[in-house]
C-alpha cells in the first residue's frame, strides 16, 4: 500500500515504513523529532541522472548541491555514487573534506566568497571556482598569483528566465544578486578580464533559473539565450566553451498539487538543445553539469514527530501540535510551502478528519500543515512528514533553543545514526558567561 502518491509502504500493523523499517520502532529508538532517509532512493535518484547521461553518450557531470542537506554521511553516499559536489562555504567544504569527498570533484559557488573561503579551496586543489561577480575576480586573481597557482572556473550569468512564466524579464534580470547580467554589458566585460587570463581558466558558464521547476520549457529558453552570447564570443575571440553549467531546480512532490517531470526528461531535452545550439555554431560539444539537490535527497527523507496537545476552536478548525516545528523545518513559515502527512501508527486508517499541524515554537506562523486528512488523533500518535529531506536538516535553527533533531540512514532494512541529536549542553555550548 502506498500512501498519497508518496513511495513509502505501510506495514501488516498499519504503521508507515521507510526503507523496509517500522517508523513506529525507529520512533521509539531514537525519539523525536527525527529526520529518517531513504538511502536506496537517495542512490535511485542520482543514478537516474547519471545513467541517463552515459545511455546518451554526453560527456557529463552531476554535482549534488549539498546546500539542500550537507552531512558526512551524506556527502559519503554522494562519493559512492560517483557524484560531484557543490559547496558554497567554508562550512560545506570542511564537511567535504571531513567525509574525504576527492577534492578535484568539488566546486565552490557563492554570491561574496571570502578570502578565507578561496584560499582553503585553492589550498586543496578543488576543481572549479564559479565566479559570481568582479569581486571574486580580484580576489581569486590575487591569491592565485600569491600562491602560484592556477585554477578552473565557470562565470555565473543570469540569462534573465523567469522560470515559471518563461517571461525574458529585463528588471528581473537586472535585480539578482547572482551572476553577470548578458544583457548590461557586465557579462561581457568579466569575459574580457577572463579569457586568457594567465591563472584562471575559464572553463565556460553556468546559470541557474530557480528552484522547484516542473517543465522544461524554461532550462531550454536559458540555454537558447546562453548560446546567443556564446555565439558572439566566439565570433569576436574565437572562444568556445569546454562546460555548460545549466544548473538544478528539478521539481519534486510535496502534495498532490505537484507534477514533477521524470528527471530523465529534463536531462534529455537539455540535451538536445545544447546539440542543436552546438551543431549550429559548428563547435565541439560542451561537457554538460548539472546540480541537483532537492530532487535527490527531498523525497527520500521524512520527519517523525510525536503529537502532544490538541486543540478545538468550535467551528473554525482543530489544532494538533508536534514536538517539533519551524526550528527543523522553516519552508512552512519562511516560503509558505505545503506538505503532505501521515499518522504513521495509523497508516491505513480512513482520513475523516482535518486538522491544521502546528509547531512548540512561540510564534503564531508555526504551522507545518493546514486542512491536513487524518484518522482519529491521539496524544502520543507519530506524525510523518513527507518530502523532508531537503532543506530541513539544512536550515534548522536553535529558534526558543531547542536542540537539532538526530537523523538516521535506512538502507538494506538496516538503520544507521549519522547525526546525533544535540543535547541541551550542545546548545549552550559556545555561551560564555558575563559573571
Known amino acids: 500500500m502506498i500512501i498519497n502518491h508518496h513511495p513509502f509502504q505501510v506495514n501488516q500493523h498499519g ?31 542520482a543514478r537516474t541522472f547519471v545513467h541517463t547521461f552515459e545511455e546518451l553518450g554526453v560527456q557529463a557531470k552531476v554535482a549534488y548541491a549539498s546546500k539542500a542537506f550537507s552531512s558526512i554521511a551524506m556527502l ?11 559547496v558554497v562555504s567554508e562550512g560545506e567544504l570542511y564537511t567535504a573534506l571531513q567525509a574525504d569527498f576527492p ?46 597557482k592556477k585554477m578552473d572556473v565557470l562565470m555565473r550569468v543570469t540569462p534573465g528566465v523567469e522560470s515559471h512564466t518563461h517571461d525574458y524579464i529585463m528588471t528581473g534580470n537586472e535585480d539578482s544578486k547572482f551572476g553577470f547580467n548578458l544583457e548590461n554589458g557586465q557579462a561581457d566585460a568579466a569575459f574580457k578580464r577572463l579569457f586568457q587570463h594567465e591563472t584562471i581558466c575559464l572553463k565556460g558558464l553556468h546559470c541557474h533559473i530557480g528552484s522547484q521547476i516542473f517543465e522544461t520549457e524554461g532550462f531550454i529558453l536559458a540555454t537558447d539565450i546562453l548560446f546567443k552570447t556564446l555565439a558572439k564570443w566566439k565570433e569576436n575571440d574565437d572562444y568556445t566553451p569546454s562546460v555548460l553549467n545549466l544548473g538544478g531546480g528539478f521539481g519534486i512532490r510535496y502534495t498532490a498539487e505537484d507534477a514533477p517531470l521524470p528527471y530523465e526528461k529534463y536531462v534529455k531535452e537539455l540535451v538536445i538543445a545544447v546539440e542543436h545550439h552546438v551543431s549550429k555554431l559548428d563547435i565541439s560539444m560542451p561537457e554538460i553539469w548539472l546540480e541537483p539537490g532537492r530532487s535527490i535527497v527531498g523525497e527520500a527523507g ?22 517539533g516545528g519551524m526550528a527543523d523545518n522553516i519552508r512552512p513559515a519562511l516560503y509558505q510551502a505545503k506538505y503532505d502527512a501521515v499518522i504513521a501508527n495509523r497508516a491505513n486508517k480512513p482520513a475523516n478528519n482535518h486538522v491544521t499541524v502546528a509547531g512548540k515554537a512561540c510564534e503564531s506562523g508555526d504551522q507545518l500543515i493546514k486542512n491536513l486528512p487524518v484518522p482519529e488523533v491521539e496524544s502520543g500518535d507519530i506524525l510523518a512528514v513527507f518530502s523532508t ?13 531547542f536542540a537539532n533533531p538526530a537523523v538516521v540512514f535506512v538502507e538494506n532494512q538496516t538503520d544507521k545514526l549519522v547525526v546525533k541529536r544535540e543535547t541541551y549542553a550542545d546548545v549552550v555550548r559556545n555561551d560564555l558567561s558575563y559573571e
Not at 557563492?110 to 573561503?117: A, P, R, T
Request: glycine fraction near 8%.
Open 15 to 45: 504503521h508507515l515504513e521507510i526503507g523496509g523499517l517500522d517508523t513506529i520502532t525507529l520512533a521509539e529508538k531514537y525519539g523525536t523529532p527525527l529526520y529518517v532517509y531513504d538511502v536506496a532512493m537517495i542512490r535511485e535518484k
Open 103 to 148: 577534492t578535484d570533484r568539488i566546486h565552490l559557488h557563492g554570491n561574496n566568497k571570502s578570502v578565507e573561503e578561496l584560499t582553503m579551496a585553492i589550498d586543496h586543489n578543488i576543481g572549479c571556482i564559479v565566479i559570481d561577480n568582479f569581486h571574486d575576480i580580484d580576489l581569486l586573481t590575487q591569491i592565485l598569483q600569491e600562491k602560484n
Open 76 to 86: 559519503q553516499v554522494a562519493k559512492q555514487e560517483n557524484l560531484y559536489l557543490d
Open 302 to 323: 521524512i520527519t517523525l514527530y510525536t503529537i502532544g496537545s490538541m486543540k478545538e476552536i468550535p467551528g473554525v478548525r482543530k489544532y494538533i501540535s508536534v514536538d
Open 389 to 401: 529531506g531537503a532543506y530541513g536538516y539544512s536550515m534548522a535553527s536553535h529558534y526558543n533553543r
